[in-house]
């Protein structure tokens, strides 16, 4: 995934960005609507299929703490083995920037073989630290 400077300058909060409605406003859970575990060239990737409920909430700016978590949980409740410091990291970097860098991205991949780093460090790497995009 790729950020331009327009997705950052939209998706996050200071001068460049307008006040924006509570992601609170009726958009329901579920927001996963499935994961599948893939493997490329012996490399895990565990695809993340969010629903047109949990894009639209990834979209919002001003999404809530309880959707991310819930978001989160959902993910965890179909892939339990995915519960590691760097792939909630990679979660949450797709769930606050995919929508704005690539909307309607089929998926959102997560790697456990990927470093856990810092959020600077993740947003840079476009989500995906440690090497580029597989498969």
Known sequence: ?????????????????????????????????R???VSYDGLSTLRVYPTWAGRDVADDIGKTDAQTDEAWGEVLALAPDADTPGMRSQF???????????????????EPWRPPVDENTMLLAGCNPGGPEKG
Request: glycine share 6%; aromatic share 12%; hydrophobic share 45%.
């Open 92 to 110: 949450l970097c797709h769930w606050h920037f995919a929508e704005f860098a690539q909307p309607g991205k089929t998926s959102w991949d997560l």
């Open 1 to 33: 995934m790729k950020l331009t400077a327009t997705a950052l300058a939209l998706a996050l909060p200071g001068p460049f960005s307008a006040p924006v409605a509570s992601a609170d406003d009726g958009i329901e859970p579920p927001y996963v609507e």
């Open 35 to 37: 994961v599948t575990w």
